[in-house]
């Protein structure tokens, strides 16, 4: 199982950036899917997640301006960022669980400058 994400980059402060992910390899759905980012210095956290069955979740962090979806079909989410600040930079990770095994995806930068 593979997962690629794609979609990171540089943006202006107040900006939006979608980010997309598909999990390969698998004709299984994954279970749940999200994703993490992390900045330099600091640990990998959670910003969301999305079930198999819809239901979401949003760290407080992002909650209002980020948007979890998913093409339950083809194992792909994706992430609709608005209102983009500074402290949203960092590498952007997508990860799944399948039959209770995670799997991870490479990581997007995602920049936001003010």
């Known amino acids: 199982v593979q997962l690629q994400a794609f979609g990171g980059g540089l943006v202006q402060a107040g900006g939006s950036l979608r980010l997309s992910c598909t999990a390969s390899g698998t004709a299984i759905s994954m279970n749940i899917m999200a994703w993490y980012r992390q900045s330099p210095g600091n640990q990998r956290d959670l910003v969301a997640s999305?079930?198999?069955?819809?239901?979401?979740y949003y760290a407080d962090s992002v909650k209002g301006r980020f948007t979890i979806s998913r093409d339950g079909n083809n194992n792909t989410i994706f992430l609709q960022m608005d209102s983009l600040k500074p402290d949203d930079t960092a590498v952007y990770y997508c990860?799944?669980?399948?039959?209770?095994?995670?799997?991870w995806g490479r990581g997007t930068q995602v920049t936001v400058f003010s």
């Open positions: 999305i079930e198999h069955g819809g239901s979401t």
């Open positions: 990860t799944g669980v399948r039959l209770g095994k995670p799997y």
